[in-house]
């Protein structure tokens, strides 16, 4: 069995467990932007002076907020899948060890996870950017960008993530990563508020962030403000560091389950 067909298999796994629950999913995924925007775009949005509003390059903070969050997702959706979820494969549910006794592989039990981490990510940031339409914030048929930009945050994270989850012996490291990883970069990159607002060494640190390249392309293609010449160095950023994280991840997880 190729790698390929064998990461299909493991793909396929996943999805015979969540197509039990997918409506349930894509409702939420509906109803939680649509929260997040009434109360924080239209409330909050509403207390902002016009001389404030050209912080936010002369757009509604409505329409500045909507893709940050949507980038936002992207990055919290595999953090959601990358922890516990691979924890019990490896340890809990034991699936890793059913899979190794077949012709299925470390590598692509790792493709297998990061393409099923893909697919859900990719599926809600299809319905947040129908949310963002029915919101008037899409200004550019270039907004379809968003959902592979928003799989390739997803992605990123996530094999960064399985590289760290492979190496956990329990869950107590998960509850550092919420709380001074993924918190502070869905407070700090950009998602919010502009980065200019920030003192000048806590800029640099937050130009520096995963979340902050994702969120400008996913703000760029949606707003039709996409910079050629930063973009590319957004995109070769997220790039790298899914190749980083999934080579990583497949050394960590050999070296678990070898133990």
Known sequence: MTVLAASGRVW????????????????????Q????????????????????????????????????????????????????????????????????????????IVYGELAWTAFRIGSLAAVFLVVLVLFGIVR????????????????????????FTATQKNDVGFSAIFRFVINPLFLFSGTFFPLTNLPEPLRAVAWATPLFHGVELVRGSILDQLDPLTAPLHLAYLLVMFGVGAWFAERTLTRRMAG
């Open 12 to 31: 396929q796994r996943n999805w015979l467990v969540y197509r039990r629950l997918w409506h349930r999913s894509l409702a939420f995924g509906f109803l």
């Open 33 to 108: 932007p649509v929260l997040f925007l009434t109360a924080m775009g239209i409330g909050i949005g509403a207390l902002l002076t016009p001389a404030s509003l050209e912080a936010f390059g002369g757009v509604p903070y409505i329409d500045w907020l909507g893709p940050g969050l949507l980038a936002a997702m992207a990055m919290q959706t595999a953090t959601f899948e990358s922890t516990y979820p691979i924890m019990n494969k490896i340890m809990w549910g034991r699936n890793y060890e059913a899979m190794l006794s077949t012709p299925v592989g470390i590598r692509s």
């Open 140 to 163: 550019t048929p270039l907004a379809i960008l968003a959902v592979p930009f928003a799989m390739l945050i997803g992605t990123a994270f996530a094999a960064c993530l399985i590289a």
